[in-house]
């Protein structure tokens, strides 16, 4: 029979949400909370859930959160869950003492000595795994792993890094460790995108990636994995979760002369209300000497959007520097300033120069020659 399981990892509970105006950092958080609780709570439907590592994003979160994690928990009361703790909520720490205190009889929380095998002998399962005891892990925790017992299905569910080097802070894992030892399939978490389901030999592996991104460095859809495990057959998929998606684009204005087309453009990429964005303006500016990224944000219909001008002029200095006007005068005096700044310094300077440019010919930093 196959077991039926739910792979969760890097829930990071306990952590706040800052990027934004209050209330929408209190949102956020709480957004965050909501869709790892429910999630857990969702999983009443299955046999297994393995929880791959930092649940909480810190050893002492208020326990309230706790609270909220072991109650969803409870709530499940056939589903059996397993924990292995991570970098960030290693064993050792207030709030899994206050977890193993108040376990609810279906949750087995792994312990940091050796790699533990549970079985579940009315599933055929048995599920292994170990736990960090501190925030680093150099020294490979599944050294010393003992081979499976063949007519179970094994499940392993750890957090760590997959290296062959065995150089790694964070539990470094082997591949080839982990198919000769016979395992059925691998719940890994530290990686924060979905890896996907993988195959190395007769093993099968994953990473889920976190149910809900915090950031730019976590675009794209996040959630779980969910599906069946059996002795020769690994059906799991992957089930986005989040509420919001982070999109970080770059939008090249070089052929764009004037705000509306620009605004445009941006409307263009900025298509969920939902979503945050990051909108990283490029290439050759002829719209204006100072793009008003806030205002341009302010248009979009979005959770948050942030534009950035980095953008350069290509206002040509020499074109000017003969002339006995005060465009010319600018364009000597910025020239001599080129030829000894910092070269972070240059685009700076061009672009006050093209300021000063637009106010004499009365535009108020809106260029378009
Ligand atoms: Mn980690």
Request: net charge negative.
């Amino acid at each position: 029979m196959p077991v039926s399981i739910i792979h969760i990892a890097d829930m990071h509970l306990g952590s706040t949400v800052s990027a934004f105006d209050a209330p929408k950092n209190i949102m956020r958080t709480r957004e965050i909370e909501y869709t790892c609780i429910s999630a857990l709570k969702s999983a009443c439907d299955y046999d297994v859930v393995l929880l791959s590592g930092v649940v909480f994003d810190s050893p002492n979160p208020p326990l309230h959160i706790a609270d909220m994690f072991l109650g969803a928990i409870a709530s499940c009361p056939h589903t059996r869950f397993f924990y292995s703790c991570g970098n960030h909520d290693p064993y050792i720490s207030p709030v899994i003492d206050y977890c193993v205190q108040n376990c609810p009889p279906n949750l087995h929380i792994f312990g940091p000595e050796f790699p533990e095998s549970v079985i579940l002998p009315e599933l055929d399962v048995c599920v292994h795994g170990i736990s960090f005891a501190s925030s680093h892990q150099q020294t490979p925790l599944l050294d010393g792993l003992m081979p499976c017992n063949p007519s179970l299905i094994n499940l392993l569910c750890v957090h760590g890094e997959l290296t062959e080097s065995g150089i790694s802070s964070y539990n470094p894992i082997s591949l080839s460790a982990l198919e000769e030892a016979g395992f059925d399939y691998a719940a890994l978490g530290h990686v924060h995108d979905c890896s996907g389901i993988r195959h190395f030999g007769k093993l099968c592996y994953a990473y889920s990636g976190i149910p809900e991104p915090r950031g730019f460095d976590e675009c794209g859809d996040k959630g779980y994995l969910c599906g069946t495990v059996s002795k020769n057959d690994v059906d799991l998929s992957f089930v986005p979760l989040a509420k919001r998606k982070y999109a970080d684009e770059t939008i090249d204005v070089s052929d764009i002369t004037d705000y509306p087309t620009l605004i445009e453009a941006i409307g263009a990429v900025v298509t969920c209300k939902n979503d945050i964005y990051r909108i990283t303006l490029t290439g050759d500016n002829k719209i204006s000497s100072v793009l008003q990224s806030d205002r341009l944000a302010s248009f979009c219909d979005s959770f948050h959007t942030t534009v950035i001008d980095g953008t350069h002029t290509s206002l040509s200095l020499e074109e000017y520097a003969d002339q006995p006007t005060l465009k010319g005068q600018c364009a000597r005096e910025t020239m001599k300033l080129l030829r000894s700044c910092d070269a972070g310094d240059c685009e700076l300077y061009r672009k006050a120069c093209a300021l000063l440019f637009d106010l004499f010919d009365g535009r108020k930093g809106s260029r378009d020659d």
